[in-house]
T-cell receptor, first 116, second 113 residues
Framework: AQKITQTQPGMFVQEKEAVTLDCTYD???????LFWYKQPSSGEMIFLIY??????QNATEGRYSLNFQKARKSANLVISASQLGDSAMYFC?????????????FGTGTRLTIIP | DVKVTQSSRYLVKRTGEKVFLECVQD?????MFWYRQDPGLGLRLIYF???????EKGDIPEGYSVSREKKERFSLILESASTNQTSMYLC????????????FGPGTRLTVT
């Protein structure tokens, strides 16, 4: 079984500061993928970034980077230079990369509020 | 761009009614998923389908069924709606394979009274 833990229910951050959203995971699989999604107040889930368990480098996508520490089983999302539009719910998720397993397991989310 | 659409944004139904939630994707994705989202619980998988007429139970299938007669369409059915099924329902789709992320629809907020 897989489990994702997001320990920060809510965060308030000043605009233009960097933000780190915590995510720890538990799995018995050797090959797995980690995802971050953003959910604005409109409700739609937006894919942000992906990290494979065998990827040697941390993933980056524009202002988003994933701080992947395999030994600690953590996959924190870092948002640089936060903007007002970053205010949203953020979900960490994972799935096994074994053949035929397409299920995503989600954490409970972190509500991020950017303060002007 | 991938587009996943859901038949309704908001829906109000009465206890005991049969409810259909429809989801359509336009990118020829093999996989489709139904989740429900509740505050403090994140997203929980109800059912998924990896091919036409194929389905598998997720983590919370009780009280739900699904139908996938065509590749682009995946329906969630509440046979007899109950108040504890009041929730946000999210549909998603993806290509099969290791790297691919799921694309989500806008969600349907269902209220059962």
């Amino acid at each position: 079984a897989q489990k994702i833990t997001q320990t920060q229910p809510g965060m308030f951050v000043q605009e233009k500061e960097a933000v780190t959203l915590d995510c720890t995971y538990d799995t018995s699989d050797q090959s797995y993928g980690l995802f971050w999604y953003k959910q604005p107040s409109s409700g739609e889930m937006i894919f942000l970034i992906y990290q494979g368990s065998y990827d040697e480098q941390n993933a980056t996508e524009g202002r988003y980077s994933l701080n992947f520490q395999k030994a600690r089983k953590s996959a924190n999302l870092v948002i640089s230079a936060s903007q007002l539009g970053d205010s949203a719910m953020y979900f960490c998720a994972m799935r096994s990369l074994n053949f035929g397993n397409e299920k995503l397991t989600f954490g409970t989310g972190t509500r991020l509020t950017i303060i002007p | 761009d991938v587009k996943v659409t859901q038949s309704s944004r908001y829906l109000v139904k009465r206890t005991g009614e049969k409810v259909f939630l429809e989801c359509v994707q336009d990118m020829d994705h093999e996989n489709m998923f139904w989740y429900r989202q509740d505050p403090g619980l994140g997203l929980r998988l109800i059912y998924f389908s990896y091919d036409v007429k194929m389905k598998e139970k997720g983590d919370i299938p009780e009280g739900y069924s699904v139908s996938r007669e065509k590749k682009e369409r995946f329906s969630l059915i509440l046979e007899s709606a109950s108040t504890n099924q009041t929730s946000m329902y999210l549909c998603a789709s993806s290509f099969g394979g290791k790297r691919y992320e799921q694309y989500f629809g806008p969600g349907t907020r269902l209220t059962v009274t």
